[in-house]
């Protein structure tokens, strides 16, 4: 049974850094793609980043380019984001996601697993 657990959310101001983390357990992690969704009060779930189950590329939305940066370590079967330059936009509960043998971009329909979530908390 797959398994993904976030940590790393919290409340920060406005241009500070974080880092989440997912651990996965009961895949083969490194053949699995994994991604971050996010979801703010009122709004749908939107994909924020993905990487290749090769780890070889990545892919963001738009609104976080420049910003976020997801990384992996296989070894540890852990997928990372950080997040620097945090805007109150950013507000939502983050989600790890992933996918077998999966591409480096998600969509919601596409995803295989779901973790419980994390919440980021950005205050102006």
């Not at 963001?60 to 910003?67: M, N």
């Not at 507000?91 to 973790?115: I, K, L, M, N, P």
Request: proline residues 1%; hydrophobic residues 35%; aromatic residues 12%.
């Amino acid at each position: 049974q797959v398994q993904l657990v976030e940590s790393g959310g919290g409340l920060v101001q406005a241009g500070d850094s974080l880092r989440l983390s997912c651990a996965a357990s009961g895949q083969t992690f490194s053949s699995y793609a994994m991604g971050w969704f996010r979801q703010a009060p009122g709004k749908e779930r939107e994909f924020v980043a993905g990487i290749h189950w090769s780890g070889g590329s990545t892919y963001y939305a738009d609104s976080v380019i420049g910003r976020f940066t997801i990384s992996r370590d296989n070894a540890k079967n852990t997928v990372y984001l950080r997040m620097n330059s945090l805007k109150a936009e950013d507000t939502a509960v983050y989600y790890c996601v992933s996918r077998f043998r999966g591409g480096s971009y998600f969509s919601a329909s596409s995803v295989e697993h779901w973790g419980q979530g994390t919440q980021v908390t950005v205050s102006s």
